[in-house]
Each structure stands twice: as structure tokens, then as C-alpha cells.
């Protein structure tokens, strides 16, 4: 039984492949997975999404991407999905720097988005970690080039007793300690299994074993050319999409990595699943 703690099933990309998913990934022995949403947009996709496939566990949140376009009405809406789903997670929330200080202008993800400066980001996510903690609801949590900021922002605030995910966890080694004090799990991707995420690699290691857990932020990320065992076309804007099912290249890898079979890995990953998200 496998379990993805991170993924954007609803997605546009996979749209012309989500029925047969639906029907393929139990067969592939997927039993659970957070599917999060990004803005008030995608909230009533994941919540059509969820309703239709039980093993569907949706997370609602506003990433720090999109947080510069959040309406007037955003913790209100945020408020009503959480309502409507008391098994729902917080997420995807987060901070990130890279939209501010190494994106390119003219980065095709970004288009029409205003990038929020990190104050602002903060405010945002300071919102809905306090709406988890209210409410005891993991939360998942997004952070590129802001280790520190986000460490300093947990430490601080109140944080949901259940705990929270920092999901594909590529800060410092050096930081997983003092996350792992402050309530964190860290899920393994995939990605990591490149020649050049040694240092990521590295840093999983020092993942307590009652931490870890897997995810594939499908349709992004993925395994490295030639280790995905299962595939999709591209999109067609011609973006590569990334299998759900590569979840289980991330529990080989992840075993692998940690001197273990995935037949010891798998009790571990879904004890600590069920954990964080009930």
C-alpha cells in the first residue's frame, strides 16, 4: 500500500489522462493520496476531484505563487472548502524567494502573476498555518531559497499539534533537526534520485524514520530520464508530465538510500501517513 503525501492530481495537464488514473493507480497498489490546491481557482476542481475518488485526500491552501493575486474574498472561500471536507489538509502554503530573486521575467509559469514580496508571503502564510492549527489540520508546505525565514515563521507561530509536511524537502541537512523539533515530516521525490541532488539525498538521511514520508507532485517533477517506470505523453504545450504512479520509483529510491527493501520502507511510510493525515 502506497502512499503519496504530495501531488496535483487535478491538474490541467492530467485532465485527458484523470479517468484512467482513477481506475489505473489502485490497481498499482496506491492507496492514499493529498492532492493540493494552489489557488481559488483550482478549489472547486480538487473538491469535484475528491468527492469522485475517496482515496483522494485534497488539501486546500494559497501558494505563495499565487498569492499576489488572491481576492478580497480568499480566507473566506479557504474557510468554506475546509468546511466542506473535515478531512482536508492545509495546503499547498509556503514561502518562496526564487519567484524574487532568481526567476527569469519572462518564465512561462509565472505569466500573470504578481510576485509577492516575502512580507507579504508571510502574512498570507501566518493566515493559514493558523487556520491548521485551529483546527488541527496538517498542513503542506512549499519553500524555495527562504529555509531560514520559514524556520524563524514556525518557530513563532502556532503550528497544527498533528504536524506539518515540508514537502520535497531540499533545505540544508543541517536543518532537519530543528524542523523535525518544531513538528515537521519531509517527503522524498523522485527528482532526487538525479546525479546532481546528492546534497538533497544526504539531507534524508538525517530524516528521523518516523518522518519520512514519499510524494510525486505530479504532473511536476518526476524521476530522472530513463528511471520512470511509467510515463505519459506531454502536454500539449509540450511539457513533460509526470505519472503518478512514479511514486513508487520514489519508495525504491528512498529505500535504497537508506540501506532498507521497499517491503520495510512501505509499513513506515503509510504508519506515518496516517500519522500526519489521519
Known amino acids: 500500500m502506497y502512499f503519496d503525501a504530495h501531488n496535483h492530481l487535478h491538474a490541467p495537464s492530467l485532465a485527458p489522462h484523470l479517468g484512467a488514473l482513477l481506475r489505473?493507480?489502485?490497481?498499482?497498489?496506491?492507496?492514499?493520496?493529498?492532492?493540493?490546491?494552489?489557488?481559488?481557482?483550482?478549489?472547486p476542481a480538487?473538491?469535484?476531484?475528491?468527492?469522485?475518488a475517496p482515496w483522494v485526500r485534497p488539501a486546500y491552501g494559497l501558494h505563495p505563487w499565487h498569492a499576489g493575486n488572491r481576492s478580497s474574498a480568499w480566507e473566506t472561500r479557504l474557510q468554506s472548502a475546509l468546511a466542506a471536507a473535515p478531512g482536508a489538509a492545509v495546503g499547498e502554503i509556503g514561502l518562496d524567494r526564487w519567484i524574487l530573486d532568481r526567476?527569469?521575467?519572462?518564465?512561462?509559469?509565472?505569466?500573470?502573476?504578481?510576485?509577492?514580496?516575502?512580507?507579504?508571503?508571510?502574512?498570507?502564510?501566518?493566515?493559514?498555518?493558523?487556520?491548521?492549527?485551529?483546527?488541527?489540520?496538517?498542513a503542506c508546505l512549499h519553500c524555495l531559497d527562504a529555509w531560514g525565514a520559514l524556520q524563524e515563521a514556525l518557530r513563532t507561530a502556532r503550528r497544527p499539534a498533528r504536524g506539518f509536511l515540508l514537502h520535497a524537502y531540499a533545505g540544508p541537512a543541517e536543518m532537519v533537526?530543528?524542523?523535525?523539533?518544531?513538528?515537521?515530516?519531509?517527503?522524498?521525490?523522485?527528482?532526487?534520485?538525479?546525479?546532481?541532488?546528492?546534497?538533497?539525498?544526504?539531507?534524508?538521511?538525517?530524516?528521523?524514520?518516523?518522518?519520512?514520508?514519499?510524494?510525486?507532485?505530479?504532473?511536476?517533477?518526476?524521476?530522472?530520464?530513463?528511471?520512470?517506470?511509467h510515463t505519459l505523453p506531454p502536454s500539449a504545450t509540450g511539457e513533460t508530465v509526470h505519472h503518478p504512479a512514479c511514486l513508487i520509483d520514489a519508495y525504491t529510491g528512498l529505500a535504497a538510500l537508506r540501506g532498507l527493501t521497499p517491503a520495510a520502507l512501505v509499513p513506515q511510510i503509510a504508519e506515518n501517513f496516517r500519522r500526519l493525515f489521519g
Request: glycine letters at 6%.
Open 46 to 52: 480538487l473538491a469535484t476531484l475528491a468527492a469522485t
Open 177 to 229: 533537526e530543528a524542523f523535525a523539533e518544531l513538528g515537521a515530516y519531509f517527503s522524498f521525490n523522485a527528482a532526487f534520485l538525479a546525479p546532481g541532488r546528492q546534497r538533497v539525498r544526504d539531507a534524508f538521511l538525517r530524516v528521523p524514520a518516523e518522518r519520512l514520508l514519499v510524494e510525486t507532485d505530479a504532473p511536476d517533477m518526476g524521476p530522472p530520464p530513463g528511471m520512470a517506470h
Open 103 to 138: 526567476a527569469r521575467p519572462d518564465d512561462p509559469r509565472l505569466a500573470g502573476l504578481r510576485r509577492a514580496p516575502l512580507d507579504e508571503q508571510l502574512d498570507v502564510f501566518h493566515r493559514q498555518l493558523a487556520l491548521a492549527a485551529a483546527q488541527n489540520r496538517a
Open 24 to 43: 489505473e493507480l489502485p490497481a498499482h497498489g496506491i492507496a492514499g493520496m493529498v492532492t493540493n490546491g494552489t489557488s481559488e481557482a483550482d478549489w
